[in-house]
Each structure stands twice: as C-alpha cells, then as structure tokens.
C-alpha cells in the first residue's frame, strides 16, 4: 500500500530493521519486483541499501529499468559502510580501516558474531559471507548507470579502490532548504559556546570533543544536540560529568528550527567524527547560517571546510590538537566571526546549494539517462 506524501509523491514503506549482516533478501525482491509492476518507472534513483536488498538492482536491471545511485558512505566497498573497524574483544575499538580484505574484515568486523564453539570455523564462515558479500556489491555496479557522489572525496575513492570508470560516477553535492537555513541574530552571551549536532553513535566521535573541550580554557560552555539514545547517551553523559567545565545535552531538534533554535544559541559547531565522513549535512547548515566550523582534516569534512578561510582544521583523531583549535576559537572570537561569514567554499557567494536546484539537476540527469539507455537499448535511433 503507497501512502501519499506530497504533490505526486507517493511512499511505499517496508520495515526491516533487523539483520544488519544481511545484503541480499528473497522476499524484499519479491516485494519489490511486485510494486514495479503497480508503480512501471521510467527509471529509479537509488539512495541506500542497507536493510533492503542488493536484490533490487537486479531486478531494475533485468527489466531494463535505467538506475542512478546516490553514494552516502562507503557501503557497497565495505560492508560496514565506514571503513571503521569494530574490533571487538580487542584493545582498540573504532580503528579506521586502510582498505576492505575479507579476512580482515571477518577477524576486526564480524568476530562479534562468532558462536564461540569454533574460533576456526568462525573465522572461515565469516570470510567466506564476507567474500560472497563483496562479489555482490561489486556486481550490482556494473547494472547502474550513473553513480552520485556529494564530494569529491568520497568518487575518488571508488574510482581508485572499487573500480568505478570515472565517466560512470559524477560530483553533485546535496542540496538543501535554504528557506529557512539562514543566518540569524545571536543570543547575547559572554561565555563562548561550542555545539555538536548529530547522533551519538562512536563514529561520530562524541567523546574525543567533550575531552578536547576539559582541557580548553576560559569562559566556555558545550551544547550536544541529537537525539538521545543508550547506552551512546549514557555514555557521554558519564563522560561530561567528569568535565568543570558546563555540558548541556539538548536533546533533538526539529529541522525547520535548526537555525533560530540551535545555530542561535552556539558561537561555533565541532565535527569531531572518528571516521572520515562523505559530505557531512550539519557542516553545511553551519556555513549557511554563518556559523564557523572546527571538523577534521580528513575526507569530507576537509573538502568542506579549509583551515583559516571558513573554519579550522584538527589532525584526525587528534583530541590536544582539537583542543588547541577550540582554544584558538576562545581567544579569538571575531576571527572565528569572519569565518563563519565565508560560508560555502563551492560558490562566488558562499550559499549553499538549494533542494531546488538540487532537484533540477537531478531532472537533467533523469533525462540524460533516459535517453541514453533507451539508445543503447534500441529504442532511439
């Protein structure tokens, strides 16, 4: 059943949030290939498939269905999507990883899963879903016609380890609403006040920020906005309680309020994620309000922001070099001003791109492919 969401835009909902380990599902195909039947595209545009079915490309493919996929992190190279190791039962959790191997993976990413009856066959069992996994992934990028990548970061890296033709794959940043992400007047404060926005997941890299921010000096606060989830919360909080100086968790926002509600009431935002993110939102809606932004300097939290024109950088990871930044933020308040004012490295104005303008693109590149696959099919001469 297709529930109506908008003018000519029609949801088709399907709950599947168990089974993370999973990539290719037999009633999710047959759910799908159903509704292709009722719904009949012209073409479809692909923006994730974890917890669907690398099944569904298939099935567009056999149908002749032309595809666009819009990449959002490093999923179809690694099957945990960021190139961050697990590691579980071992000293160090969260490592980066330098590039995806299937015993690598089944021995850093999958030992959570083994039954402990057999460490041996464990290991074998896990590398071989592993390696059944990845020919899947790589398969299903020779059906699809054009891949998206909303930064430059994150193209050169399937171009270069996973084997995308370079014609095959385009930058196209996201877009967004500017109509109510716009600059706003400030609460007046005399303490400076750092922000994170985001989930609380360790990859975001919650932690190292609320280190980073006990060693800073100064009159200084930290607001952490997200949703609020155990034991990631929980965590945090246990963390901040250590912390002299004031920790406020903000709990969630509603977007439309991003601006006048959380950007308002924060002289600075911190990215401080440990992996090294696609093309993170929440830098964006910074630079479009005027607020300046401290992120790492890695992947596309350094392609969006360059150190000392509209915002500054940290070593990755780096907790006393995240410190020394913020304390350059304290001391230095209307420098930090003058760059959040930057906004937007990729336009003359520095505004950010628009959904509507977004969506235009995306029309054209509709169209494009149309036609195109119905020339390679025959079907235009």
Not at 74 to 96: A, D, H, I, T, V
Request: with cysteine; glycine share 8%; charged share 20%.
């Amino acid at each position: 059943m297709g529930y109506v969401i908008g003018e000519n835009i029609t949801a088709y909902i399907l709950n599947n949030p168990r089974g993370k380990a999973g990539f290719s599902q037999t009633i999710i195909d047959t759910k799908f290939e159903e509704l292709l039947e009722v719904v009949k595209p012209d073409i479809a545009h692909i923006g994730h498939l974890n917890h669907l079915s690398t099944g569904i490309v298939n099935i567009l493919h056999a149908k002749n269905i032309p595809i666009i996929y819009t990449l959002h992190d490093f999923w179809l190279m690694c099957p945990r999507g960021q190139f961050l190791q697990s590691n579980f039962g071992k000293e160090k959790n969260y490592q980066l990883c330098s590039g995806q191997d299937d015993s690598k993976c089944a021995d850093n990413c999958y030992r959570a899963f083994f039954t402990g009856e057999n460490e041996e066959n464990d290991f074998h069992y896990w590398k071989q879903w592993v390696n059944v996994r990845m020919k899947a992934t790589y398969d299903i990028t020779k059906k699809v016609e054009l891949f998206i990548a909303p930064s430059k970061y994150l193209r050169n890296r399937f171009i270069s380890e996973f084997g995308i033709p370079e014609n095959k794959i385009i930058y196209l940043d996201y877009g967004f609403p500017t109509h109510y992400l716009k600059p706003v007047l400030k609460y007046t404060s005399t303490s400076f006040r750092f922000g994170y926005i985001g989930t609380h997941i360790p990859a975001k890299g919650v932690n190292l920020l609320i280190e980073a921010f006990s060693k800073v000096k100064g009159d200084i606060s930290l607001q952490i906005w997200g949703r609020e989830n155990n034991p990631g919360t929980a965590f945090l909080k246990a963390l901040a309680g250590k912390c002299k100086k004031p920790i406020i968790f903000k709990g969630e926002y509603v977007n439309r309020n991003l601006a006048k509600e959380v950007f308002s009431s924060v002289d600075c935002i911190v990215v401080p994620s440990i992996w090294t993110e696609n093309s993170p939102l929440v830098i964006h809606e910074a630079q479009a309000c005027g607020v300046p932004v401290i992120t790492a300097n890695i992947g596309g939290m350094a392609e969006y922001v360059n150190h000392m024109e509209n915002g500054l950088l940290f070593a990755h990871r780096d907790i006393d070099d995240l410190a020394i930044k913020m304390q350059y933020a304290v001391d230095n308040p209307n420098k930090m001003k003058e760059l959040g004012a930057k906004g937007y490295l990729y336009s003359d104005n520095g505004l950010i791109p628009s959904i509507e303008t977004h969506c235009d693109e995306l029309e054209k590149l509709y169209n494009q492919t149309i036609r195109l696959k119905c020339k390679v099919s025959g079907v235009l001469q």
